[in-house]
């Protein structure tokens, strides 16, 4: 059994959300973003479907690719999909993402739409036209965005897109990346790939987007021995990890430490166990 050292807890204030902690890893994962950054720049819009269980780190790898496209001038909108109790709120992420833009920027039908005021159908406009109005004014918003600087849209969490929020992204993707649309657009979509029941039909929306030219898929994995103990070192700098590869989920491995660090050395036996886990060798 090798030697468990118990790290002398340092006084910092702990990080608290996926963007505080400085990030491991995923040089990989951050290649192909690069890569798809760098064809939306020059032009050709891209789309990457990151994808991994929950806590493997989806959102920390998004926030660094926004991050970083925000420092080279891009304009970054952002929304997120809810697990909601009941029922789903049409379109919502991508509401949300609209209002990271100046509202005067906006046309007066999707001021309208932000604010609930659904078009009237009338004789010479159906619903579906209506809706199909709304449509070709958001990629509007998306293409007009990018002459001066390139725009990246981001939706996190789309496992629990609504049916409207599905068919508008289908929309936007199919349009900006047809073979020969120009746009500086990057659409970054992340979803929980362990969750989909067989023949869900967010399954199949998201297989048919995944077959589009121009859609790159980016498989989030557990981190390796070495980044899970830098992870910890990050965390507190006195941590060794001698585990070979890490079933642990980054989520896990910083829950397991703060509640060590909450605790202390001399706290709950459950907590020090969990946490003297990660220190064990194989
Ligand atoms: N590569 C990483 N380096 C450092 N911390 C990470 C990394 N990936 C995830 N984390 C941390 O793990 C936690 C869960 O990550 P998160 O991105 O929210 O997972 P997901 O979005 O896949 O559910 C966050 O606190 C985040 O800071
Ligand atoms: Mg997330």
Known sequence: ????????????????????????GRAAELATLDEAMRAAADGTAAVVLIAGEAGIGKSR????????????????????????AEGSVPYLPLMDALHDLPIDTLSPLLTRWLSGVAEEPSPQ?????????VYAAYL??????????????????????????????????RALTAPTARARVLIILTYRSDDFPRGSPIRRWL?????????????VAPLGRAEVGQQLNA????????RRRSFFTPRATRSMWRNWRRSGPLGSQGCRRSYATLQRSE
Not at 235 to 242: D, G, I, M, Q
Request: a negative charge; charged letters at 30%; glycine letters at 6%.
């Open 235 to 242: 965390l507190e700098p006195s941590t060794r990890t001698r």
């Open 140 to 173: 509007e918003v998306l293409r007009a965005s990018s002459p001066n600087s390139p725009l990246a849209l981001v939706v996190e969490d789309v496992h629990w897109a609504d049916r409207g929020t599905r068919d508008l992204l289908s929309y936007l993707v």
């Open 1 to 24: 059994m090798a030697e468990r050292q118990e790290p002398e807890r340092n006084n910092e204030p702990m990080p608290r959300r996926a963007w505080d902690a400085p990030l491991v």
């Open 61 to 84: 790898l998004t926030a660094e690719a926004a991050n970083r496209a925000r420092a080279d001038g891009w304009q970054v909108l952002s929304g997120g999909c809810l697990d909601l």
């Open 125 to 133: 406009h159906s619903e579906d036209a209506a809706r199909g109005r």
């Open 207 to 219: 297989g048919e987007l995944a077959r589009r030219p121009s859609v790159s898929r980016v498989d």
